[in-house]
């Protein structure tokens, strides 16, 4: 199964981002392999709106079944949940504590947004 992670950078050192849409990117980490993949989400940096819906759409393509990040809003919680990915908040640590987290089931899976829209 796959896990993509809101990340400040493309290790497993970096930290959590606090922002879905808007994160840097995402360590996408495959828990079978133990290998990872970093995709960058520069495009949906300066997006007006829509930056949560088009970041849910491009985690759905790269597979993830799980999202770990800081926070998300209710259009992007909405697009994840329709696309079979369940989300789980993350308030601090880096993407390798995370997925330690993860592993070790420390980690609750949200039932729904944790910001409002345009936060």
């Given at each position: 199964?796959?896990?993509?992670?809101?990340?400040?950078?493309?290790?497993?050192?970096?930290?959590?981002?606090?922002?879905?849409?808007?994160?840097?990117?995402?360590?996408?980490y495959?828990?079978?392999?133990?290998?990872?993949?970093?995709?960058?989400?520069?495009?949906?940096?300066?997006?007006?709106?829509?930056?949560?819906?088009?970041?849910?759409?491009?985690?759905?393509?790269?597979?993830?079944?799980?999202?770990?990040?800081?926070?998300?809003?209710?259009?992007?919680?909405?697009?994840?949940?329709?696309?079979?990915?369940?989300?789980?908040?993350?308030?601090s640590?880096?993407?390798?504590?995370?997925?330690?987290?993860?592993?070790?089931?420390?980690?609750?899976?949200?039932?729904?947004?944790?910001?409002?829209?345009?936060w």
């Amino acid at each position: 199964m796959k896990i993509a992670i809101s990340a400040q950078g493309d290790t497993l050192d970096a930290q959590v981002d606090a922002r879905f849409g808007r994160a840097q990117g995402f360590i996408v980490y495959d828990l079978d392999s133990d290998q990872f993949e970093y995709v960058p989400n520069a495009q949906n940096m300066s997006l007006p709106q829509g930056a949560g819906i088009q970041a849910a759409q491009n985690v759905a393509q790269t597979g993830a079944k799980a999202v770990l990040t800081g926070n998300v809003g209710p259009k992007a919680f909405m697009a994840l949940e329709k696309g079979g990915i369940d989300v789980y908040l993350v308030q601090s640590g880096t993407v390798k504590d995370a997925i330690a987290a993860f592993k070790e089931g420390k980690l609750t899976k949200t039932q729904e947004a944790s910001k409002p829209g345009h936060w």
